[in-house]
Nanobody
Framework: QLQLVESGGGLVQPGGSLRLSCAAS????????VGWFRQAPGKEREAVAC????????NYVDAVKGRFTTSRDNAKNMVYLQMHSLKPEDTAVYYC????????????????WGQGTQVTVST
């Protein structure tokens, strides 16, 4: 059974850092593009970043460029989202998703989703 599990969320002060992890089970991650999305309270889910199956293509939305970096370790079936200089507006539930596309920033590109991990940026 395909499963994605996010971890690494938590409470952090503005300006702080967190690293989210996305672990895959039931399939080989290495053949999938992976996207990161987030959903803030009262808002629709939005794209954050994506990474291609071999990691050579990465895209970020403007709101996180220069602050977030996504990477992957296919040998460990893991994808990561390193977040620096966090802002209160980054507060959201963060999701990873896998799909058979190189690197997409729309939900329709993905067919397997994790349950999400909460990130709260606050004093």
């Amino acid at each position: 059974q395909l499963q994605l599990v996010e971890s690494g969320g938590g409470l952090v002060q503005p300006g702080g850092s967190l690293r989210l992890s996305c672990a895959a089970s039931g399939f080989t991650f290495g053949g999938s593009g992976v996207g990161w999305f987030r959903q803030a309270p009262g808002k629709e889910r939005e794209a954050v970043a994506c990474i291609s199956s071999n990691g050579d293509l990465r895209n970020y939305v403007d709101a996180v460029k220069g602050r977030f970096t996504t990477s992957r370790d296919n040998a460990k079936n893991m994808v990561y989202l390193q977040m620096h200089s966090l802002k209160p507006e980054d507060t959201a539930v963060y999701y990873c998703a896998a799909g058979h596309i190189p690197c997409g920033l729309v939900e329709i590109d993905y067919d397997s989703w994790g349950q999400g991990t909460q990130v709260t940026v606050s004093t």
